[in-house]
């Protein structure tokens, strides 16, 4: 279905919620007419029914409106009232209030309503789960149903419902995750390169030094430049020099591995920060990218081209902010630029 493959990912925990209750009601119908209460199946074909026109009917308005009230309405009103008609049947040990619990768990589902209007419904939720624990405690159950079969409904209803709910707390943890994932590929992730945008990396080195462990270790930051790229833009056109800005990524992030960051700090600039670094270390690391470099030709079928870069670096001293080590290895670059390109300067 369409709604199962909504970008709101709340929505699509909501509607496996509203296909496993309406599977569940379904087979419900065959049960009860088994333990000979009709009312009850009458009840379930009704519930069936009620679901098969949320998914199927309100689901695509719902799509197309964006509005998931009547559908969260018509879910409350049913497994309220089916809580409460076979509990008047079957009474409490059949377990048939439990499934009244799940909608402590809707609110998460349902982006639409205010907070007062949350707090009622789930007011009305506890007002209806205390009435039946307190009014059917005592109840002899209407329908004569023996009541080893009472007791072993209860146990499967219990079962059900924790499975139910895991299942659903389960969907709703790993949409979460996803969602967030999502979020901060957006936000911290370069679109063209696949490496780290120049806001993830500034805040991140930001809380390293301002961190009371890791304030005063050292640290060297790398920035380092394509030589020549606008010529590049010029000669072979923006289509190509995006792709070597993309494989440029490539080769930083591979020669560093796992012992620095890398980010894109924009158009054809990048910043490696390297935590722990010395000057020899930061020296080393420069080196390596400029070999790299010098021996990889990049190449896209159409075109290919020997690229190389500068590289400025500057270890922190004691209480340097992020930006100010940065400007330091901002001028250190511009210092091998002048100096020739295709060099590091420390």
Known sequence: MKLLK???HYWKVGF???ILAGVMHLLFIPLFLLLGVWELSLVNIFSVLLYAYAIFVLGDKTL???DDR??????YGELILHGIVATYYLGLESGFHLYIYTLAMLPFFTQRYSAPVQIVRLG???VVALFLNVYFRDYQPLAGVAREYVFVLGNVNLVLFLLITSILIYLYTQSETVHYDRLFHRSNIDPLTGVYNRRYLAEYCEKIFQNKVTQNRSAALLVIDIDHFKSINDTYGHHFGDFVIGKA???ISETIGDTGITARWGGEEFVVFLPEADTEKLRQTGERILDRFRGTTISNGKHALAVSVTCGGAVRQRGESFTE???QADEVLYRGKSAGRDCMCI
């Open 6 to 8: 909504h970008e709101n």
């Open 325 to 327: 080590l940065f400007i």
């Open 124 to 126: 009305g939720i506890i």
């Open 249 to 251: 990524a490539d080769i």
């Open 64 to 66: 197309m409106t964006h």
């Open 16 to 18: 496996i919620g509203l």
């Open 70 to 75: 009547t559908i969260g309405w018509l879910v």
